[in-house]
């Protein structure tokens, strides 16, 4: 099987912007080709907006080094949504994984996936499990686990986002299909799941971890305020007005997302976070 998925082709879509740090891109983008037991033959990066020099010479080095690596200049930074369809606009292959510029990918993560995709024709998105750090990859402070089954998936996305966006891996054409990347202030990712599950598309979650996510000590504290609450209240609606959840179930994520983003001090909401939302997955199947 081994043999079989190596001849498989795939690309990596990964944006930059001006407050990345270039010694963390650069660990980003070995960890996805150097470090990887099957590599990508195409790597797609976005500079989303004017850059620091340092990360402009670091990005020039590794197009020297690294000839799979593809670069694209936006004038202004347009923010994730724009450069993630950006980078999956030039991508060339059916199959597409989505990785950060500051995270670090284990390295058997690609040849799971496509080994669950070899073996399931009828998956459009494979994810999996992240460990979040803060500092040194050892030094783990969060584990977002996600549902395994597509069934799962779908009755966990009536509540939260049920794929880790920096671990996926997924057919472009099925996300074609449905509008590609569109831009929701902090939703996009969930958005593009919702519309995927509404066409019938399949997902599946790998129940190891795939990537490890940097975080900073306030990560968790920032997930709140007005705009970011009013931002998931009107998703929440675009859910009941589709069907995926009911009037029940749309009251109760909407005060639950009322409490801890707007009403919880900033420490004590990093608190639930850390108690509640970054638990391991027990599936129902």
Avoid at 147 to 162: A, F, L, T
Wanted: charged residues 25%; glycine residues 6%.
């Amino acid at each position: 099987m081994i043999e079989d998925i190596r001849r498989i082709q795939f690309s990596v879509c990964m944006s930059v912007y001006k407050n990345d740090n270039a010694d963390d891109f650069k660990r980003a983008l070995n960890s996805i080709y150097e470090e990887q037991t099957i590599k990508p033959n195409e790597i797609i990066l976005i500079v989303d907006g004017p850059i620091s020099d340092t990360l402009n010479r670091t990005i020039v080095e590794l197009q020297g080094t690294l000839p799979i690596l593809k670069v694209k200049f936006l004038e202004c930074n347009m923010g994730h949504a724009v450069a993630r369809q950006a980078s999956l606009d030039l991508a060339e292959n059916d199959l597409v994984a989505v990785m950060d510029s500051d995270d670090i990918a284990v390295p058997t993560r690609f040849e799971k996936q496509l080994r669950v995709f070899a073996e399931n024709d009828n998956i459009s998105v494979v994810g999996g499990l992240i460990n979040e750090f803060i500092d040194s990859p050892d030094n783990v402070v969060g584990i977002r686990a996600c549902p395994e089954n597509d069934q799962d998936i779908k009755d966990y996305m009536k509540v939260r986002c049920p794929m880790n966006l920096v671990t996926v891996m997924f057919k472009k054409e099925d996300i074609e299909q449905v509008g590609g990347y569109q831009d929701w202030y902090c939703e996009e990712d969930y958005f593009l799941w919702a519309r995927l599950a509404l066409a019938g598309y399949k997902f599946y979650n790998i129940q190891e971890n795939l990537v490890n996510v940097r975080v900073g000590n306030g990560m968790y504290s920032r997930r709140g305020g007005i705009k970011y609450f009013q931002s998931e209240a009107r998703f929440q609606k675009y859910l009941l007005d589709n069907g995926i959840i009911n009037l029940s179930t749309y009251c109760l994520n909407v005060i639950k997302r009322l409490i801890v983003q707007v009403l919880l001090p900033n420490s004590i909401r990093g608190w639930v976070f850390r108690k509640f939302a970054r638990v391991k997955f027990k599936s129902n199947s």
